[in-house]
């Protein structure tokens, strides 16, 4: 290859620069504004170029030229985009199809291909053309230029090889190098332009901010004096610019937060750290606290902090709405601790339950072991009961009930049964609507579940007893009675209902019974004897009555319990076998035994009032003869109606009976 050649190729590659000045003339301004326009522009003056370096070419022979044109369309394909290289391929092929010659089809395949493949270049990179490093474009170089090669091959053959071993060499090593030299002219110009489009919009942001921003932004010196601050910081320091001007940071700074701030300021001068942030309090002017999150950063020179600037956030509302939420849950706490609540919280996506300390005290365990192991608390549930929650809870989390509600036994570890009513509600869901949290409260109900099987118990005893109860107010008014009260009396409970007890009293017994109930009742508060009552009917009946009273706890009586058993029955067999056993039952007189207990007790009477009595001794002679000869029949006849004569001549006092069958 001659000294000519090579000048030639140097020539066109020193050409290619113009490209860059290209790039450059047009204001960028102007390239936004009119962005068509501009394009075309650019695609005349690349195919100007492109002209230019057709006419400095190297001729081989008469219409065959070996020049540049495949790196400026390739170059003009990757950085100017597809409207300029269009224009700019079809200036060349124009100038290309007027020069004529038989590489005539062979130079315009050249410029259609490196047009293209710069232009998909481009597109395969999309916007990242700034980020090109020199082994890609210098890649895309010799992938241009081989191509461009392979292309002459559409020449005969012969003239293919002459031309290969002529410009193979420089095409491969000179056009490839300044192809990426080019690129990375113009990459760089990109990334230049990149960089101030960036800046430009930090810059814009930056002023917005500082001028209208929800963000205190200050500017300070070394020293902690601000050099310039935003309105919003002075509104959120209730301090003017000039006033702030005249402070430092420090002596605004909260006293219990001055410190860590000084610490962390000391290590970004000593150059430890570049930036720091921390939540602050500063002080207002009106004496306020102001809750704020600073974030700090520095700027140096010569590794020096010069300027330091800080943004301030505002966090006073939220640190607030935290410790409004605090108080409450400490609140919260302070209502279950000393309300024997258990509270439990169950994140169900991630399976993890949280409960308080009155579980695991219930329980019996540790807190941290039951927090970590939420099968424990649903494994000590009674294996009777444990079905019917777990189906309680599915029905809730499938939507079937608005809420969780279940009563069972637990089994606590040291194997003591206590009965807990367990209530809860999902309060959070995800976007499909399946359930993500559940919270709830235990309570145990063991006492009351006692309580209520001793009310349960005393309430069949009440209602299934032999003996008749009522309860009675204050005032004797009947409350409430039993299905013996019925049986017994005749009333239906709607009958005696809110009225006096007194409405059983017999109007024909002994009025000093009901005196002497009333008196002790009212005396000692009970009673208990017997006493004769009336029923609905009207009939007369004995009853064994026991009435007590229930206080209040200021002493006043409460209620009053009546029970009583009808004894009527019992009474009438007693009056019989007291009959049989003191008095003669054929002539009804007193026999010899009631006679006997009668004198001792006149006896006592006499000597105790120095007096006297008569005894008569009677007996009926030839008795045995009237039986003998008339019958017992008739004998038992003459005792029954001498006994009704004797009867009749003695006084109500005096006795008359008989001793014996002798």
């Known amino acids: 290859m001659s000294q000519d050649t090579l000048s030639v190729f140097f020539q066109n590659a020193a050409i290619l620069l113009v490209l860059v000045f290209i790039y450059d003339a047009v204001p960028r301004q102007r390239r936004h504004q009119y962005s068509w326009l501009w394009r075309v522009l650019a695609g005349l003056l690349i195919g100007v170029v492109t002209v230019i370096t057709m006419i400095t070419s190297w001729e081989y022979q008469t219409g065959i030229f070996v020049d540049a044109r495949a790196v400026i369309l390739g170059i003009s394909g990757l950085f100017f985009g597809g409207l300029p290289t269009l224009v700019a391929t079809l200036v060349g092929i124009t100038f290309r199809v007027l020069e004529g010659g ?52 559409l020449l005969p053959f012969e003239l293919f090889v002459d031309i290969l071993s002529i410009a193979a060499l420089p095409m491969m090593t000179i056009f490839p190098l300044v192809t990426a030299l080019i690129g990375l002219l113009l990459s760089r110009r ?9 800046k430009l919009q930090d810059d814009f942001i930056f002023r ?10 200050a500017i300070t010196s070394v020293d902690q004096r601000w050099v310039k601050v935003n309105p919003r910081l002075c509104k959120m320091l209730k301090y003017s610019e000039q006033e702030l001007l005249q402070r430092t940071w420090s002596e605004l700074t909260y006293f219990d937060d001055l410190k860590a701030d000084e610490d962390e300021y000391k290590r970004l001068l000593n150059g430890e750290i570049d930036a720091y942030e921390m939540d602050k309090r500063y002080v207002a002017k009106d004496g306020e606290i102001v809750y704020t999150h600073l974030a700090v950063a520095c700027r140096r020179v010569n590794h020096q902090v010069n300027m330091v600037i800080a943004g ?23 209502v279950l601790e000393s309300s024997d609540l258990g509270l439990w919280d169950w994140d169900i996506s991630h399976n993890k339950t949280e409960r308080n300390p009155w579980c695991a005290k219930v329980l019996g365990c540790e807190l941290e072991r039951l927090n970590n192991d939420p099968r424990l608390w649903v494994d000590a549930i009674h294996p009777q009961d444990r079905a019917a929650v777990l189906n309680a809870m599915d029905r809730h989390l499938k939507g079937e009930a608005p809420k969780y509600i279940a009563e069972y036994r637990l089994i606590t570890l040291t194997g003591e049964e206590r009965w807990i009513v367990d209530t809860g509600k999902t309060v959070s869901y995800d976007n499909h609507g399946r359930p993500l949290r559940m919270c709830g409260v235990h309570s145990d109900i063991t006492e009351q579940r006692q309580v209520q099987e001793s009310l349960e118990l005393a309430a069949s005893v009440y209602n299934n007893s032999s003996e008749a109860m009522s309860v009675q107010d204050h005032q004797g008014k009947i409350i409430t009675v039993n299905a013996a009260f019925t049986a017994i009396t005749g009333y239906q409970p709607q009958e005696v209902l809110n009225k006096d007890i007194s409405l059983l009293q017999c109007e024909y017994c002994d009025k000093s019974q009901y005196e002497q109930l009333a008196q002790a009742v009212s005396d000692v508060g009970r009673w208990q004897g017997e006493l004769c009552l009336k029923s609905k009917q009207g009939g007369e009946y004995m009853v064994w009555f026991t009435i007590n009273t229930i206080y209040d706890q200021q002493g006043e009586v409460f209620r009053r319990v009546a029970l009583f058993s009808d004894i009527t029955d019992k009474k009438q067999a007693e009056q019989i076998i007291w009959k049989q056993a003191n008095y003669d039952p054929l002539t009804g007189l007193p026999n010899r035994r009631m006679l006997l207990e009668y004198l001792s007790s006149e006896m006592l009477r006499i000597d105790r009032d120095e007096s006297h009595f008569a005894l008569m001794f009677l007996d009926l002679d030839f008795f045995k003869e009237v039986n003998d000869t008339l019958g017992h029949d008739m004998g038992d006849l003459l005792l029954q109606e001498t006994a009704k004569r004797l009867k009749g001549c003695i006084r109500e006092l005096d006795m008359c009976a008989r001793l014996g069958g002798r």
């Open 102 to 153: 038989p590489a005539m089809l062979t130079g315009i395949m050249v410029m259609i291909v490196a047009a293209s493949l710069g232009s998909l270049w481009r597109y395969h990179r999309k916007n990242d053309i700034a980020d090109m490093t020199f082994k890609e474009l210098l890649l895309f170089g010799a992938v241009l230029h081989l191509l461009t090669l392979s292309l002459l091959a």
């Open 190 to 198: 990109l990334e230049v332009e990149r960089d101030a489009k960036i």
């Open 208 to 217: 917005s901010q500082f001028d209208i921003g929800n963000i205190g932004i």
């Open 312 to 334: 301030i956030i505002d966090i006073t509302a939220n640190k607030q709405a935290e410790l409004a939420v605090r108080t409450s849950q400490e609140r919260l706490a302070l």
